[in-house]
């Protein structure tokens, strides 16, 4: 009986080891090491040119945030791949409040309502000054080490790499113009009123564009892949007045006095995530269709989207 007792308390002490190796830093950061310390964080990612997984989670009552802890992040596989790839944040939402430490509730709070977080697990890719954030797309149960670790690899793919954003701090779009006053059929423009105006005359659909064009990954995407290039820009010029509602970190790329003109556009519309695109009648009014983004887009996919969406009206 005294070998039992004493074997079970050293399974539990080997318990209570095991789970303690297992809790997120809350001081600094290294790479492949979950922590709470979001600032650490990101000057790591910076000095080491990684990006960050952020892990939002409700750590003692998800379910699916368990399986993922289980399935995934405590395999040898994910953690060789994270050592030597990722900074790891841990966003903890947990029942039992004593496995946050007051310091960082309010970060917590904050970095959930930066990224638009509402429901857990919530995982995101970004660079080390946390503009671009990319979801990580998950495959539930059949989640393994091996597909979570694609899934990252193309969320990372769809990062700026850090030389291009050195080179263009400014959100790539189209032709890297995007008009403030006036409309060209096939350019985008700020300009609400002059978009309809034109559109009236020239009895186009108008195409708005609703996007936060210097951070949103899929916002970037789709502008590198349909948006400038040829295709598109042929068919734009022929067929569409085009109206740019952006909603970037770097204020200045939309003047004062379109801001809160695009804020109200957006409200009307219910936008409630980027890239959304509207497709409307000349009228300025009617709407047609409303679009997303998708992977591997290309402009014959959403040229056909707006031409069946044209048709079907």
Partial sequence: MKTIRCLTMTLAALAACVCLAAKPATKGAKPGVWTMDCEAAKKLAVEKNLPI???????????????????VFSKKDFKEYAKDNLVL?????????????KAFVEQN???????????????????????????????????????????????????????EAEKKPEAEKTDGKVMTQGAAAGVWTMDQQAAKKLAAEKKLPILINFTGSDWCGWCKLMDR???SKDEW???????????????????????????PKNAELAQAFGVQGYP???LVGSDGETRIKQFGARRNPSPEWFIGAIKAALTAE
Avoid: M
Avoid at 234 to 244: G, Q, R
């Fill in 53 to 71: 997984l952020f892990n939002f989670t409700g750590s003692d009552w998800c379910g699916w945030c368990k399986i993922l802890d289980d399935e």
């Fill in 89 to 101: 944040v841990w966003v903890d939402f947990p029942n039992d409040k004593k496995l946050v430490p």
């Fill in 109 to 163: 709070q904050k970095l959930k309502s930066e990224f638009g977080v509402r429901g857990y697990p919530s995982l995101f890719i970004t660079g080390g000054d946390t503009a671009e954030k990319i979801r990580v797309a998950r495959k539930g149960k059949e989640e393994t080490p091996e597909t979570f670790i694609a899934s990252l690899k193309a969320a990372v793919g769809q990062l700026t790499p850090k030389q």
């Fill in 225 to 227: 892949e349909v948006f």
């Fill in 233 to 259: 820009q042929t068919y734009a010029k022929d067929n569409l007045v085009l109206l740019w509602i952006d909603f970037p970190n770097k204020k200045s790329l939309v003047p004062a006095e379109i801001a």
């Fill in 276 to 278: 959304t695109y509207h």
